[in-house]
């Protein structure tokens, strides 16, 4: 249950931050071709996105509530895996990083022609097809789009990569809780196997000596 929770939840965080990259993309790209101020705001007005105030507001909501959860988990991972002084490896961040980007770089673009050509189709009745991503009202539709996904694909890469590390160093530590050293004791008519108390391992603080009691 625990797994299928933490699985839900990475998705639910990917997916906000692809709706955070396409909100930031879209303003960027049009802000970009048509300049800051009311130039912005009659660009934005003529290519039918009356409804984009309500829906920027909506999607930057979501993403600061998931982002709020994000970290305080990542707080909460790094308190458990130091009360089990359990230290999380660096590693193949730069690898989850590029995976993050790519995923976001195909869903954005995906999501920013689609978003396109249905403002066209219900402003002008008719689509651009692929010229939401290079024709001559979007020339720098495909650059803005991988330079803000990749920002976001290091952010995401990097908290994923972080709280894969920690949940790795937290199961291994209590790996080791829960499994002590075994003791074979040897006597004529039987061998007794048995585990060490975990109150007399490293770490457990003053405890009593480790005793093999013979039975």
């Keep these: 249950m625990d797994d299928m929770r933490s699985v839900a939840g990475r998705s639910v965080a990917f997916w906000a931050l692809a709706g955070v990259a396409l909100l930031v993309s879209h303003d960027a ?30 999607i930057a909501a979501i993403g ?6 994000a970290v305080a988990r990542l707080r909460r991972l790094q308190r458990h895996a130091s009360d089990l002084r359990a230290a999380p490896r660096v590693s193949g961040r730069t690898r989850q990083v590029l995976r993050t980007w790519g995923r976001l770089f195909v869903i954005v ?10 403002e066209h189709l219900a402003m002008h009745g008719h689509l651009i097809g692929a010229g939401a991503l290079a024709g001559p009202e979007y020339p720098l539709a495909l650059p803005v789009i991988a330079a803000v996904t990749f920002v976001a694909g290091v952010v995401g890469g990097l908290i994923r990569g972080k709280e894969s590390a920690l949940l790795q160093a937290i199961a291994a530590a209590l790996a080791g809780l829960d499994h002590g050293p075994v003791h074979v004791i040897r006597r004529p008519g039987g061998v007794r196997i048995t585990r ?5 391992r490293c770490g457990a603080g003053r405890a009593p000596p480790r005793v093999a009691v013979l039975i």
Aim: proline content about 2%; hydrophobic content about 55%; cysteine-free.
């Design 64 to 69: 600061l509530v998931v982002g709020l959860v």
């Design 109 to 118: 673009t995906a999501g920013f022609l689609v978003q396109e050509n249905l």
């Design 29 to 58: 790209v049009f802000a970009i071709q048509a300049g800051p101020g009311q130039r912005l705001t009659e660009a934005l007005r003529a290519a039918g996105h009356d409804y984009w105030g309500v829906a920027s507001a909506f």
């Design 196 to 200: 060490a108390s975990i109150l007399a």
